[in-house]
């Protein structure tokens, strides 16, 4: 059973709604000691001076920001403490904004708000106004002593809570070398319409049971095995695959359609168009870029 993280309240208007914060993910990562390779000894990390072979108590460390190489303003506990966000009980919302105007670049980590205990009626009010009218809540709050945007949105009747970056924590493309062509390459309308056509072939209803940590399951089995004694054959790497150069595009493409549709028996899979008229969802979709209006 899963525990709260944090209890507070959902605050807009003179509407309080106390709530529970709970985890949405449950970390699947496998978990690697470090041992020396001739005895297997655990190696332990030590917290030690530079230059000297001291090792220093946690209570005898503070922090500090370097200026220039080996150059630093020292920062004591007690002037970082004074800088903290006041620490409140309070998801304070801002605004409401349309799902679709929020990039999936400013999400951060995931949770799912709970009501307190006897606050249920509002949690349900709160949960289903915000489904019938499609918007989302953008958030501020304390937690873990740090203040966090967040987006609050329903899912099936439960409000879920996603904390947000801040817009300047997010990198533009055009601050990367490499990333925007220097000048925009001549693309042939049939070679767009064929790439087109190969993502409709391709496209399926989001499952995300279908997708699997791959690398965690091949790590598992090879834990076991080497557990049990078993022999370990390493397979050779793989190549890197080669980049499709321009006078082959409409060639690949070709062959990709070819390829999707003699594995589907002949038939082309349903394009995305035809699919999203089945069972649609538009307020459970996924979110997409940025629009240009304003969110008030």
């Known amino acids: 059973m899963a525990r709260a ?19 949405a993910v449950a970390r699947r990562s496998i978990g690697l000691r470090e041992i020396r390779e001739s005895d297997g000894a655990r190696i332990r990390h030590r917290r030690v001076a530079e230059g000297t072979d001291e090792e220093v108590p946690y209570e005898k460390i503070i922090k500090a ?55 249920e009626k509002a949690y349900s009010l709160l949960a289903q106004a915000m489904a019938e009218s ?54 042939a309308k049939r070679e767009v319409q064929m790439a087109e056509q190969l993502i409709d072939s391709l496209t399926r209803r989001f499952d995300p049971a279908a997708y699997r940590d791959e690398y965690r399951e091949e790590l598992l089995s090879l834990i076991e095995r080497k557990a049990e004694g078993k022999d370990i054959v390493t397979a050779p790497a793989g190549e890197e695959p080669e980049p499709t150069k321009a006078p082959d595009l409409m060639a690949a493409l070709e062959e990709s359609i070819a390829a999707v549709k003699a594995k589907g028996d002949g038939k082309a899979p349903k394009p995305a168009a035809k699919q999203r008229k089945a069972k649609a969802a538009p307020r459970r979709r996924a979110p997409g870029r940025a629009k240009a209006k304003s969110s008030r």
């Open 134 to 187: 499609g918007k989302v809540a953008i958030a501020r709050f304390v937690f873990r002593n740090k203040e966090h945007l967040a987006a609050i949105r329903p899912a099936d009747g439960v409000l879920t809570l996603t904390t947000m970056r801040f817009a300047d924590e997010v990198v533009s493309p055009e601050e990367l070398e490499d990333v925007l062509p220097a000048g925009k390459p001549r693309v």
């Open 65 to 119: 920001f370097e200026i220039t190489p080996d150059r630093y303003v020292s920062l004591t506990k007690e002037e970082l403490s004074a800088l903290a966000p006041e620490k409140t009980r309070a998801i304070e919302v801002i605004d409401f904004v349309d799902l679709d105007e929020i990039d999936p670049i400013y999400f951060d980590s995931p949770y799912y708000l709970g009501p307190a205990e006897g606050a």
């Open 5 to 23: 993280i944090w209890s507070g309240s959902i605050s807009f208007g003179l509407l309080n709604v106390p709530v529970k914060l709970y985890s």
